[in-house]
């Protein structure tokens, strides 16, 4: 089946760390690659994006300096390392296939995975 997979949400703690992966199955991830979120009420925002070629990063405002991407084409996976994770960060996180224009990303239309779901609570 030809998807995207996210894995690695949960329960933590207010500055606690999760890892978050998105894998691809009957397809090669060689796409750019971007993290959305959405939490209940609000709109979706993308989070952090890495491109195909040469690995470039971009970051919201809102987790530049807490989350990092990353990629290891040799399992066909994405990243992202979240940590000092507030309660804001709470949401349903995506990963998809997209498009980068400037600083900005949006999605491409090819892949969307199924969530997983991330609460910050103590």
């Known amino acids: 089946q030809v998807q995207l997979v996210e894995s690695g949400g949960g329960l933590v703690q207010p500055g606690g760390s999760l890892r978050l992966s998105c894998a691809a199955s009957?397809?090669?991830?060689?796409?750019?690659i971007g993290w959305f979120r959405q939490a209940p009420g609000k709109e979706r925002e993308g989070v952090s994006c890495?491109?195909?070629?040469?690995?470039?990063?971009y970051y919201a405002d809102s987790v530049k300096g807490r989350f990092t991407i990353s990629r290891d084409n040799a399992k066909n996976t994405v990243y992202l390392q979240m940590n000092s994770l507030k309660p804001e960060d709470t949401g349903v996180y995506y990963c998809?296939?997209?498009?980068?224009?400037?600083?900005?990303?949006?999605?491409?239309?090819?892949?969307w995975g199924q969530g997983t779901q991330v609460t910050v609570s103590s």
């Open positions: 009957g397809f090669t991830l060689d796409y750019a």
């Open positions: 998809a296939t997209v498009l980068i224009a400037g600083r900005s990303w949006y999605y491409s239309g090819d892949y």
């Open positions: 890495i491109s195909s070629g040469d690995g470039t990063t």
